[in-house]
């Protein structure tokens, strides 16, 4: 689980659309700027999470 100084817990990848720091959940900041994971958000394809070396990721895949 990857949780944010502010405590949001975030999901990166897909776009950032199941992220709860996405910025579009009511009362819950924008996480985005700051996140060290915002590249994973951005990329077009799942192709990197393959050779993803961080085990905390919830998209991990083995």
Do not use: Q, S
């Not at 944010?4 to 996480?31: A, Q, R, S």
């Amino acid at each position: 689980m990857i949780i944010d100084i502010t405590g949001i817990v975030l999901t990166p990848g897909n776009g950032g659309k199941d992220c709860l720091g996405n910025g579009e959940h009511p009362g819950i900041e924008c996480c985005c700027d700051e996140c060290d994971y915002m590249l994973c958000c951005l990329a077009e394809g799942e192709e990197d999470c393959f050779h993803c070396k961080d085990l905390e990721c919830p998209r991990k895949m083995l």
